[in-house]
């Protein structure tokens, strides 16, 4: 398997160790929807840096595991998309709304920390 | 000039080879970067609609040249149910059977020539070319030069 599902305090971190085959991804929505509920984690992270082809399935199934985890309760932040990756989604125009992107792990949890403590304000 | 690469495509793994194969001769023909990266993002896609449309087919990759520029030529070839309609097959809203119907257009955005031909009886060939430019100004003016 080239994913690896990590746990961190509240939030699950995500590794994609090299090319992903479609069915890898459809684990990694599926793994991430169950773990969401099994720690009651209140982010995830998706690292993709060693992902060197982002198509339009992979950008569909990263937009759908966000939307998968936000019902689950939890924010999603994806890093790391490689620069030449970052050229070839605009010229291919996928659609990326969905997605919150930062550089690296760091930004990913300062995001997580900002997006979670907004939603417990908002909730009490 | 290095020989063409066959990669049958028979499952969604099949994907892994044929954006790595696809990968490896763009780097090997001297694309520079982000080509390589175009090109393997534009093999996924039309091996993906291999698997989608066609269930089984191959992915032919081979360098190119028309006598003053040199590329890399990518055949998705497949003995499937071929495509109804090609020009709503690569506009951006099609999506037929529930498939992705990004995949076509998107393909043909990466790449520099893009063309399709299909029919019910020996099913479809998507053929797409990309010429090694050293940057966006001389791909302009190959462009420029082509329409005279």
């Not at chain 1, 050229?87 to 930062?102: D, E, Y």
């Not at chain 1, 949890?109 to 304000?121: C, G, I, S």
């Not at chain 2, 780097?27 to 982000?34: A, E, I, K, Q, V």
Request: with cysteine; net charge negative; charged share 30%.
């Amino acid at each position: 398997m080239s994913v690896a599902i990590l746990r961190q305090g509240a939030y699950l971190i995500a590794s994609v160790q090299s090319d992903l085959s479609d069915t890898e991804v459809m684990w990694l929505r599926q793994e991430l929807a169950e773990r969401i509920g099994k720690y009651r984690s209140r982010g995830i992270v998706i690292d993709v840096a060693t992902l060197d082809v982002i198509d339009s399935f992979v950008a569909r199934a990263l937009s759908a595991i966000v939307l998968t985890a936000k019902l689950r309760g939890a924010e999603t932040v994806i890093v790391g998309i490689h620069p030449d990756v970052a050229i070839a989604m605009v010229q291919f125009r996928l659609n990326l709304q969905p997605l919150r992107v930062v550089l690296d792990l760091d930004e990913a949890t300062a995001l997580l920390d900002r997006l979670t403590r907004r939603d417990q304000k908002d909730g009490g | 000039m290095e020989d063409e690469i066959r990669i049958p495509i028979n499952a969604d793994e099949d994907l892994v080879a044929a954006r790595a194969q696809a990968r490896a001769m763009a780097d090997r023909l001297g694309f520079p970067r982000p080509d390589p990266t175009l090109i393997a993002t534009a093999v996924s896609e039309v091996a993906r609609n291999i698997v989608m449309h066609a269930t089984r087919g191959e992915i032919v990759l081979k360098p190119c040249e028309d006598g003053v520029r040199y590329g890399l030529v990518v055949m998705a070839i497949d003995q499937g149910p071929g495509i109804r309609d090609i020009e709503a097959a690569v506009r951006d809203d099609y999506s037929a059977r529930g498939g992705l119907g990004l995949g076509l257009p998107g393909a043909r955005r990466l790449m520099d020539e893009f063309e399709i031909e299909s029919d019910a009886d020996t099913g479809t060939t998507v053929t797409m070319r990309k010429w090694r430019f050293r940057d966006e100004l001389a791909r302009l003016r190959e462009e420029r030069r082509r329409r005279g």
